[in-house]
């Protein structure tokens, strides 16, 4: 069994920072890709940031230059910095990861509960 689980959104006054954290856990060989998704009401899921096990990271254009994903593979967690926040960051934030399972050998695609930033103007 694999989850992950978020943790670090709250509420938050437009300019202000947030770091969001994101734990793996239960058996698995290797964890590929992580990532972080966000989701308000009425709207898709879109990518925010997405970091591989080498460290490539790919970010969303509208977080450019205020977002920082990064990750600790010695720990399996994921993080998101968040800086200058804005009100149209306002979503649930979800952690993701691409991994590769063990009993049977598997590769799956895991998600979080989900964890609320709200950005005040």
């Known amino acids: 069994q694999v989850q992950l689980v978020e943790s670090g959104g709250g509420l938050v006054q437009a300019g202000g920072s947030l770091r969001l954290s994101c734990a793996a856990s239960?058996?698995?060989?290797?964890?590929?890709?992580m990532g972080w998704y966000r989701q308000t009401p009425g709207k898709q899921r879109e990518l925010v940031a997405t970091i591989i096990s080498g460290g490539t990271t790919n970010y969303a254009d509208s977080v450019k230059g205020r977002f920082t994903i990064s990750r600790d593979n010695a720990k399996n967690m994921v993080y998101l910095q968040m800086y200058g926040l804005k009100p149209e960051d306002t979503a649930v934030y979800y952690c993701?990861?691409?991994?590769?399972?063990?009993?049977?050998?598997?590769?799956?695609?895991?998600w979080g509960q989900g964890t609320r930033v709200t950005v005040s103007s």
């Open positions: 239960g058996t698995f060989q290797r964890i590929n890709t």
């Open positions: 993701n990861a691409g991994l590769w399972a063990s009993s049977p050998y598997r590769y799956l695609e895991v």
